[in-house]
């Protein structure tokens, strides 16, 4: 399985941006980069994903390198509520499996 | 919105039961995943399933456990007899998936099992 490598926590102050690392560098041609993250006590939650090009949607932004080795995760305004573990993934194409790593536990402090 | 259920959210029971987990996914969905989630493995895919036909078990202990999809709106998963070790918190997930999709999966809120 494809892998990836995260910092295991990372702290930010509400209302500020946050920018979430991860480095693939084995990425091949065909894998996509997934995101889900995982709130205390509950089961994760999808996103964001991407191929190549930088995506956003309502809950983040997704910055995709050039060379597709590494991705950011940005939260533009860390709210509380954003206090989980997020978890960066490759999904291999043509495969509906995701391989979770231990993910990056974010605290925001108000 | 529509969400994956998950039933019980907490069981707790002594080694040797048996344990029965079920699951509801999102209606329409046509692949429902199971996983395991401890402090020492993460989440681990134990199997998971297209349109009731399991696809993937390979994440599975063969010996004690089995999943089955009696009928779309119900997933099971099964563990007999149960052992201390298999005290974890146990997710299912669905979604409206195809090979090559990049269709997201939907989680429930688990069951958090312990065994005695």
């Known amino acids: 399985d494809a892998k990836t490598t995260q910092p295991n926590s990372m702290e930010s102050n509400e209302e500020e941006p946050v920018h979430l690392p991860c480095n693939h560098s084995t990425i091949s041609g065909t894998d996509y980069i997934h995101w889900y993250r995982q709130l205390p006590s509950q089961g994760p939650e999808y996103v964001i994903h991407g191929l190549t090009s930088n995506v956003n949607n309502r809950m983040a932004s997704l910055a995709i390198a050039e060379d597709r080795k590494s991705s950011t995760l940005i939260l533009h305004r860390a709210t509380l509520r954003d206090a989980a573990v997020y978890y960066c993934i490759l999904r291999e194409g043509g495969s509906e499996k995701l391989v979770f790593g231990k993910g990056t536990k974010l605290t925001v402090n108000p | 919105d529509a969400r994956v259920t998950q039933t019980p959210r907490h069981k707790v029971t002594e080694m040797g039961q048996e344990v029965t987990m079920r699951c509801q996914p999102i209606?329409?969905?046509?692949?429902v995943f199971w996983y395991r989630q401890t402090m020492m493995q993460g989440l681990e895919l134990l199997a998971y399933?297209?349109?009731?036909?399991?696809?993937?078990d390979s994440g599975m202990p063969k010996d004690r456990f089995s999943a089955e999809m009696p009928d779309a709106t119900l997933a099971t998963l099964k563990i007999q007899p149960s052992e201390p070790r298999d005290s974890a918190v146990y997710f299912c997930a669905s979604g409206f998936l195809r090979q090559g999709s990049n269709q997201p999966q939907h989680f429930g809120d688990g069951t958090r099992l312990s065994i005695l």
């Open positions: 399933f297209r349109n009731r036909a399991p696809l993937d």
């Open positions: 209606l329409g969905h046509n692949t």
